[in-house]
C-alpha cells in the first residue's frame, strides 16, 4: 500500500530503524509536569554488574509492556532507567584488574544502556541518572544532614569484621568460613562507631501503613514486611536479684507468654548481658564461654537452629510471684539486641527452652493444658506442637489455674504491675539502620569529626561533598584514609582543624529514593521538584525481584516518610501497585567425576534430544560429543553455569522474539522456565504475524469502511473475536497482569483472521480492521514489528490508541433454536436474534420438517427464548 514491505519477517532490518524513530522523535519523553492521565511505571533499576542477564529482561519487559498498554489508553507514561552504580562489585573489579571504580561503572553503563535500548524499551532516557554522581547524591547528603539535626541519625558503636592482614573492614559476604576473602586471614570483630538511621521511630507506622497496601501489593510481600517490623505485645517481668551486692537491679526479661510465668524453671541471659559480665568477675571461667558465643554468628535465624550451648553462672535471682530462687544461666540462643537480652525459660512451653533444658538437665513444669488438666500425656522429653499453644488454660499455678491467656496476661499483671513488677510492652523486631560502611566506592557521609565539637554536619553550601574518582583501591583498607586532600578539612563550628569522615553510606541507601528523583532528575534546587513529585508520585505500578521484597521496599517505604515529613513529597507510601516477578530457570547439566565434584555445563555448549513434545530425552557436550547428565531446572545462576545470555537470544530472533517468549511463557509473577523451544514458537507466532500482514497488504483491496448492517456471517464472526480479543487482553493486561493469556488471546485471534476468506470489500473491511487490531494488541509486546507493520496501513503506532471495544459486535445476530413437536426434536432454524415471538412460532411451523408432525392443530405452544420452541399436539 505504502512502501514495499519485505515478505519475509526479519528482525535484525527493522528494529535498529525503529528504535532510531523512537530516539528521533522523541516519543517516550514526558514533561516533569503533565495534565490528563498520567502514570508511572518502574521497573528496579539495574546494578551496571557488566551486562543484562535474564532477570533484567524479564523485569524490564513487564515493566514495557505496562507501559505501552497504559500509552495506548492515551495516557502519558513515565518510565524511567538508571543505575544503581555505587557497591562492592566496582572495588572488586578495581582490585581485580586495577581500574578504577568509577571508569569500571561508566564503561558498564554504557554497554548495559545499549543493551537495554535494543531490548526496545519504551523509556524516557532524558532521564537517566546514575547515582555514583555528585548531581545525585547531593541531596542524599543534604536530607542526611536534615535527619541528623532532627535526631533521626545517631552514631554509635557497633561491630565489624575486621581483617587484621589487609587492615579492613570486611562486609558479611567477604567473609568466607571466619576468613577474610581475599588475606584468608581469621576475622576479629571490632567495635566502631557507625550512624544509624531511627528506623525504629517509624515501626508503627511502616507497619499500620501495609494496611493501605493490601489491595496493590502482593499478600506474600506484606506478610514478609510484616515479618520483619515484627510487632509483638508482651509484657516486662523483672526477677528480683537474690543477692542485690552483687546485682542490685533485677533481672528484667521480655515475654509475649505472661500466661506462663509459673512455669519459669531458669531465666537465661545473652552473653554480653551486664549481669553475666558482673558473673563472669566472680567466676573467670564463664570468660571462654562468653568468648566462644561473641565469634558465632550474630544472625537469628542462625541462633534459632544452631545448637543449644549455655552454661550456669552460680547466680540466682527470685521468681516474682513465689520468691523462690531461680537460676540465671548465659544462653547462646539469647540475643542481646532484642527485648532486655534476657527470657524467662519455660521449658514446657518454649520449643528452645525445652531443647536447652533437655540437655542441660533443667526442669520441666507445664503450666498450661489444653484441657485445663495437668495432663498425663505430658511428655517432658518429646515436645509436641500443643505445648507451644496459646489455647488453653493455667494449670500447676496456684491461684491462677484455670485461667485463660487474656485473663492470666490481666491477672498477672494486676498482681505485679503494683509492685513495679511487671508492665505491658511493645516490642518490634526491627532494628535501626546501620548506614556506615567503611568503604571508598559509596557516597560520602557528610560528617566532619572536631577534636573540639566533635561530630559536625557538613554545611549545606558545602555541599556535596564530592567522592574523587580517580582512585584504585588496592584492598588494604578504604582509599579515603590514605587521601589528606580529601580527609583534612576545616571545622564549620570553632573553624579549627578537623577530619572529614571517610565511611561512605550503605548502597541501599540510593535506592530507597531513586524513584522520586526520575521525576526531576535535572533539579538543582533539592531532591525533587515539589510539582514534579505532585505529578508523578506515588509510583503507580513498581516491578521487581521478591529478593528485594523485604530490605529494599521497607527502606524506600521509610524513605518515603522521612521525605514526606522533610515537605519533599506527599502521601504516606511510595509505590502504590507493587509486581513481584518470579525467577528465571533454564535447565542445568553436569559431569560428575569419581569423588562426586559436578562440572556445569552451560545449556548453550548442549545439544539436547528432545521428543515430539519438547521433552528432553539426552544431552551432549558438544565440545566433545559426550553425554552430560540433565540436571533439571534451576534459577539461573553462575554457580550452575546455566545463565543464557539474552543478547544472544535478540541477535538470533530479534527483541520482540525476547520480549514475546518471556510474557508467554508463564504469568509475571510464577518462574519462568527457559526453553530454545519456546522462543522458537514466539518467533514462528511472529513470522506468521508478519506474512498474514504482509499478504493482505499485497491484494489490492478497495478501501471501503465497515457497513455492520450489510456483513456477511463470518465477517460478523471475525469482528465479534476482534472485539471480544480487545476486551481480554485488556483485561488480562491492566487488571490481571497475565500477560501470557493476552498473547494467547492474540495468537488465536491470528487463526481467525487466517481461516477468514475475504470474498467481498466488506470481507476485505473486516479483515483489515482485526489485522490493524492484532498488531495494535501486539504492540506492547512486539513493539517493533507493530510499528513497522502498522505504517503499512498510514496509521502511527506511537499516535494511536487502543480502539474501543464495539458492543454491538459481541452481540451474536442470529441464534439457533431448536423445534421440538411433543418434546421430540424435528428441526432447527437460525434466526436473528431479536425476533418476535409471533415471527418465530410462524417460521418453526413453516419448517418442512416440523410440518409433518403437526397432525392438528396445536395444544400449546412453548418458547424458551433464545433456545427452543415445543410444539404439543
Ligand atoms: C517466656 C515464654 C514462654 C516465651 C513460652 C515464649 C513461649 P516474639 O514473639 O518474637 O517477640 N525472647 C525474649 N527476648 C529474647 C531474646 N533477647 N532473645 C531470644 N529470645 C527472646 O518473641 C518473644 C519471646 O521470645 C519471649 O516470650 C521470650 O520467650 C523470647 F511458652 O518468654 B517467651
Ligand atoms: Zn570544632
Known sequence: MTTHIDPEYQASAIEPQVQQDWENRKIFKVADTVEGKHRYILSMFPYPSGKLHMGHVRNYTIGDVISRFHRLKGESVLQPMGWDAFGLPAENAAIAHKVAPAKWTFENIDYMRNQLKKLGLAIDWDREFATCTPEYYHWEQWLFVQLYKKGLIYRKLSTVNWDPVDQTVLANEQVENGRGWRSGALVEKRDIPMYYFRITDYAQELLDDLDTLKDGWPQQVLTMQRNWIGRSEGMEITFPSVDTNIYADGLMVYTTRPDTLMGVTYVAIAAEHPMAKKAAELNPALNDFIEECRHGSVAEADLATAEKKGIATGLFVKHPVTGEQVPVWIANYVLMSYGSGAVMAVPAHDERDFEFANKFGLNIKQVIDAKGESDADFDITTWQDWYGSKEGQLVNSGEFDGLTFQQAFNAFTEKLAPQQLANKKVQFRLRDWGVSRQRYWGCPIPMINCEKCGQVTVPEEQLPVVLPTDVVPDGSGNPLNKMPEFYETKCPCCGGDARRETDTLDTFVESSWYYAR????????????????????????????????????????????????????????????????????????????????????????????????????????????????????????????????????????????????????????????????????????????????????????????????????????????????????????????????????????????????????????????????????????????????????????????????????LTRNTQTIVVQVNGKLRGKLEVPVDISKEDLLLQAKALPEVQQFLTGPTKKEIVVPNKLVNLVV
Open 518 to 809: 526520575y521525576a526531576s532528575p535535572d533539579f538543582t534546587d533539592g531532591m525533587v521538584k515539589p510539582e514534579a513529585a505532585q505529578t508523578w508520585l506515588p509510583v503507580n505500578q513498581y516491578i521487581g525481584g521478591v529478593e528485594h521484597a523485604i530490605l529494599h521496599l521497607l527502606y524506600a517505604r521509610f524513605f518515603h516518610k522521612l521525605m514526606r515529613d522533610e515537605g519533599v513529597v506527599q502521601g504516606n507510601e511510595p509505590f502504590a501497585n507493587l509486581l513481584t516477578q518470579g525467577m528465571v530457570l533454564a535447565d542445568t547439566f553436569y559431569r560428575e567425576d569419581a569423588s562426586g565434584k559436578k562440572t556445569w555445563f552451560n545449556p548453550a555448549d548442549v545439544e539436547l534430544e528432545r521428543d515430539e513434545k519438547g521433552r528432553n530425552l539426552s544431552a551432549k557436550y558438544k565440545a566433545d560429543g559426550q553425554t552430560v547428565i540433565i540436571g533439571g531446572q534451576e534459577k539461573m545462576s553462575k554457580s550452575k553455569n546455566n545463565g543464557v545470555d539474552p543478547q544472544a537470544i535478540i541477535d538470533q530472533y530479534g527483541a520482540d522474539t525476547a520480549r514475546v517468549f518471556m510474557m508467554f511463557a508463564a504469568p509475571p509473577d510464577q518462574s519462568l522456565e527457559w526453553s530454545d523451544a519456546g522462543v522458537e514458537g514466539a518467533n514462528r507466532f511472529l513470522k506468521r504475524v508478519w506474512r498474514l500482514t504482509t499478504s493482505f497488504l499485497e491484494k489490492d483491496h478497495s478501501n471501503v469502511e465497515i457497513d455492520t448492517t450489510n456483513l456477511s456471517k463470518d465477517a460478523q464472526d471475525l469482528r465479534r473475536k476482534v472485539h471480544e480479543t480487545i476486551a481480554k487482553v485488556a483485561d488480562d493486561i491492566e487488571r490481571r497482569h497475565a500477560f501470557n493469556t493476552a498473547i494467547a488471546a492474540q495468537m488465536e485471534l491470528l487463526n481467525a483472521i487466517g481461516k477468514f476468506d475475504v470474498q467481498s470489500d466488506q470481507d476485505a473491511a473486516v479483515a483489515r480492521e482485526a489485522i490493524i487490531t492484532l498488531l495494535t494488541l501486539l504492540s506492547p509486546f512486539a513493539p517493533h514489528l507493530s510499528q513497522t507493520l502498522l505504517t503499512q496501513f498510514t496509521i502511527d503506532l506511537t499516535q494511536t490508541i487502543l480502539p474501543q471495544v464495539d458492543q454491538s459486535a
